[in-house]
Every structure is written in C-alpha cells, then in structure tokens.
Nanobody
Framework: VQLQASGGGLVQAGGSLRLSCAGS????????VGWFRQGLGKKREFVAA????????YYAHSVEGRFTISRDNAKNTVYLQMNSLKPEDTAVYYC??????????????????WGQGTQVTVSS
C-alpha cells in the first residue's frame, strides 16, 4: 500500500482546508486510514481515523466537531475536511494505514504504511 497526502496550505484562522490521502494497492479499501499531525518540536499525534468500509470514524477531542474524515473507496481516497481552523492546528499532517480499526489504540507506531506529510499553516 502506498499513500500520498495532499491539500495542505496557508489559511487564516476560521478558514477551511480539505486534505486528501490517495492510496494504491488492492487492499487499500479494506484498511483503516488515520490522519496524524506533528507540530514543530512536538510529538506526532492522532487526529482522526476511518475504517475500511467508512462505517466507523473516531476523532481526537481537539478536533471533534470541526474536522470530518471520509473516504471514497472507488477513488481509493480518504479525505479530512478541516473547518474552523485554529493556529494550534498548524502542523505537518500525515495519513497512514493499518488493518484494524480501534478507538483505544491510537499509537502511530501501530500503523504500517505512511504517506509523506502535507503542511497546514493557520495564521491568526
């Protein structure tokens, strides 16, 4: 499985961005995809995840109600719609994939495949 993240950019506080994670490989549609972010000097943190069918989603408390994760398996793509962005959302955002969905195991080390990051910068 190969992943490619895109859609980052510079936006003012309160604005919106949509990130995309394009996947390749026959098993992409069966894999949970997660979004993570890493701010400058900070640890990589969980943002959101979606199961292979798209029937299950989970969000970090810091983004719940503002961010929406979705997927289109016909296009092998997972999206992260980010609304009401705040300066503290500034980070490099990564997508990753693994076999199982869990709302308790959010460790990035459990994801097997990673895309390159895309920078999101929110100005105040």
């Amino acid at each position: 499985v190969q992943l490619q993240a895109s859609g980052g950019g510079l936006v003012q506080a309160g604005g919106s961005l949509r990130l995309s994670c394009a996947g390749s490989g026959r098993t992409f549609s069966s894999r949970t995809v997660g979004w993570f972010r890493q701010g400058l000097g900070k640890k990589r943190e969980f943002v959101a995840a979606i199961s292979g069918t798209g029937g299950n989603t989970y969000y970090a408390h810091s983004v719940e109600g503002r961010f929406t994760i979705s997927r289109d398996n016909a296009k092998n793509t997972v999206y992260l719609q980010m609304n009401s962005l705040k300066p503290e959302d500034t980070a490099v955002y990564y997508c990753a994939a693994r076999l199982y969905f869990s709302t308790t195991d959010l460790n990035p080390g459990t994801y097997d495949y990673w895309g390159q990051g895309t920078q999101v910068t929110v100005s105040s």
